[in-house]
């Protein structure tokens, strides 16, 4: 049972005034987070205690981040790659799969993803020789139809990179639809952008046949982190990369060989102060039920959907208050729309299922400029541009001066929501 007076309570930052409502990109970090950040930066130099082995307690923090990032999305924590963050990761990935990329392979990318699970392959296709086919988004609703996939993906196929969730607008793309279909067809693998989907819904990247999931944790309220997830350790095998010097490797062992190419994809080292946070930020998700028992990932799996369900009313509470102004146009959610989202229990709100982000238009007045009015109202959201959306510039937002984004997150009241649609309402 999710208790929302209980979760805001856990975030120090709601005592100073302000109305968050920015979780996209600055979400805010709980107490149990920014505590482990400190005591980590603070002894990760330090010995470990002799009975855990040699090294330091950073190395420990950093054994610890990999198996709390396996247990979010249902890995193991010899797949899991680490990194500053997902776009940093990705670029490393996409420039180290020249054989999948060559010349006569195809790359299959979606116009509904963010730009950061776009551009490296986009540059990699035309580094190595590879052709991109895209897949559209259906405009009205932003949401990316499934379909359309049968028809894109052939015996060439090598990558097909789609996004779980749209950052901005919030709609679920069918990820396992989109795998049956690439691997009915082609040894191809599946990148799934997983940053916009982790903070609300359970991963478990098996049930998802992805085959690599990336995130990162800040908005989870973790730590400028990002991972990557290798579904089978084989994968790793075919990464050309310059390996981690390590010591003699005589042995054909597959974890040795994953455990060599995961230290060279984490090139330029890790921040074991940093990670030591990771298990915390997972951790916090796992406990916003506190019924929930059992393992990391089962406890995840029972207290996110009773979040999603609390943060979607919100996300819903908002689109009928823009809505009652006339005038403000919430994208992706059309006149004939009677509210926002769809229960984890199948009912239908929308035609669209949607994770709770929300962003929106007030005519006559650029995003930036609605932001800062926000701000000078003491409330704080984000605004997206054509650099930020290649969906929005499909569908023409960018051209308006952009939108106005809202993401949600565990702190979130309907005050906050009332607070923007009463500052809002003095605009139009």
Same mark, same amino acid.
């Given at each position: 049972?999710?208790?929302?007076?209980?979760?805001?309570?856990?975030?120090?930052?709601?005592?100073?005034?302000?109305?968050?409502?920015?979780?996209?990109?600055?979400?805010?970090?709980?107490?149990?987070?920014?505590?482990?950040?400190?005591?980590?930066?603070?002894?990760?130099?330090?010995?470990? *205690?002799?009975?855990?082995?040699?090294?330091?307690?950073? %190395?420990?923090?950093?054994?610890?981040?990999?198996?709390?990032?396996?247990?979010?999305?249902?890995?193991?924590?010899?797949?899991?790659?680490?990194?500053?963050?997902?776009?940093?990761?990705?670029?490393? +990935?996409?420039?180290?799969?020249?054989?999948?990329?060559?010349?006569?392979?195809?790359?299959?990318?979606?116009?509904? *993803? %963010? #730009?950061?699970?776009?551009?490296?392959? !986009?540059?990699?296709?035309? @580094?190595?020789? &590879?052709? =991109?086919?895209?897949?559209?988004?259906?405009?009205?609703?932003?949401?990316?139809?499934?379909?359309?996939?049968?028809? +894109?993906?052939?015996?060439?196929?090598?990558?097909?990179?789609?996004?779980?969730?749209? &950052?901005?607008?919030?709609?679920?793309?069918?990820?396992?639809?989109?795998?049956? +279909?690439?691997?009915?067809?082609?040894?191809?693998?599946?990148?799934?952008?997983?940053?916009?989907?982790?903070?609300?819904?359970?991963?478990?990247?098996?049930?998802?046949?992805?085959?690599?999931?990336?995130? %990162?944790?800040?908005?989870?309220?973790? #730590?400028?982190?990002?991972?990557?997830?290798?579904?089978?350790?084989?994968?790793?095998?075919?990464?050309?990369?310059?390996? =981690?010097?390590?010591?003699?490797?005589?042995?054909?062992?597959?974890?040795?060989?994953?455990?060599?190419?995961?230290?060279?994809?984490?090139?330029?080292?890790?921040?074991?102060? @940093?990670?030591?946070?990771?298990?915390?930020?997972?951790?916090?998700?796992?406990?916003?039920?506190?019924?929930?028992?059992?393992?990391?990932?089962?406890?995840?799996?029972?207290? +996110?959907? &009773?979040? !999603?369900?609390?943060?979607?009313?919100?996300?819903?509470?908002?689109?009928?208050?823009?809505? %009652?102004?006339?005038?403000?146009?919430?994208?992706?959610?059309?006149?004939?729309?009677?509210?926002?989202?769809?229960?984890?229990?199948?009912?239908?709100?929308?035609?669209?299922?949607?994770? #709770? /982000?929300?962003?929106?238009?007030?005519?006559? @007045?650029?995003?930036?400029?609605?932001?800062? /009015? @926000?701000? *000078?109202?003491?409330?704080? &959201?984000?605004?997206?541009?054509?650099? *930020?959306?290649?969906?929005?510039?499909?569908?023409?937002?960018?051209?308006?001066?952009?939108?106005?984004?809202?993401?949600?997150?565990?702190?979130?009241?309907?005050?906050?929501?009332?607070?923007?649609?009463?500052? =809002?309402?003095?605009?139009?």
């Amino acid at each position: 049972m999710f208790d929302s007076a209980r979760a805001r309570g856990l975030y120090v930052s709601q005592s100073d005034g302000w109305t968050y409502l920015n979780a996209g990109s600055r979400a805010q970090v709980p107490e149990k987070v920014s505590s482990a950040v400190t005591q980590s930066f603070r002894t990760a130099p330090l010995q470990a *205690d002799p009975a855990h082995g040699a090294g330091t307690r950073g %190395d420990a923090y950093v054994d610890a981040a990999r198996v709390a990032v396996a247990e979010l999305v249902g890995g193991t924590p010899e797949c899991v790659v680490l990194g500053p963050s997902r776009a940093a990761l990705l670029n490393i +990935l996409a420039s180290a799969l020249p054989r999948m990329l060559r010349m006569g392979r195809e790359v299959v990318l979606s116009r509904v *993803d %963010d #730009p950061v699970n776009i551009a490296p392959w !986009e540059l990699a296709a035309d @580094l190595y020789g &590879a052709s =991109v086919r895209w897949a559209e988004a259906e405009l009205t609703t932003g949401a990316l139809p499934t379909w359309q996939f049968s028809e +894109l993906i052939g015996t060439s196929t090598s990558i097909v990179a789609v996004a779980a969730a749209n &950052a901005h607008i919030g709609t679920v793309t069918d990820v396992r639809a989109i795998a049956d +279909l690439l691997h009915a067809k082609s040894n191809g693998w599946l990148v799934v952008d997983a940053a916009a989907y982790a903070p609300y819904r359970h991963i478990d990247i098996h049930a998802w046949e992805a085959d690599i999931v990336a995130l %990162d944790l800040a908005p989870l309220g973790g #730590p400028e982190v990002g991972a990557l997830v290798f579904r089978d350790p084989a994968m790793l095998a075919q990464l050309r990369l310059a390996e =981690v010097k390590t010591g003699r490797h005589s042995t054909p062992d597959l974890l040795a060989l994953a455990k060599r190419r995961v230290a060279a994809l984490e090139r330029g080292g890790l921040a074991p102060g @940093l990670l030591g946070a990771v298990p915390a930020a997972v951790d916090f998700l796992a406990g916003l039920d506190e019924t929930a028992s059992g393992g990391r990932h089962e406890r995840l799996r029972i207290s +996110l959907p &009773a979040v !999603e369900e609390y943060l979607l009313s919100l996300a819903r509470h908002l689109v009928d208050g823009l809505r %009652d102004f006339g005038v403000v146009h919430v994208v992706g959610v059309s006149e004939d729309d009677g509210s926002y989202g769809a229960s984890n229990h199948g009912e239908s709100y929308l035609s669209t299922e949607r994770v #709770p /982000r929300v962003s929106f238009l007030v005519p006559g @007045l650029s995003a930036s400029t609605v932001v800062e /009015r @926000l701000r *000078d109202n003491g409330v704080v &959201a984000e605004t997206v541009g054509l650099e *930020d959306s290649a969906l929005f510039d499909q569908m023409g937002v960018a051209e308006m001066g952009g939108a106005v984004c809202v993401a949600f997150a565990p702190h979130n009241t309907r005050y906050d929501v009332d607070q923007l649609v009463r500052v =809002v309402g003095g605009m139009v």
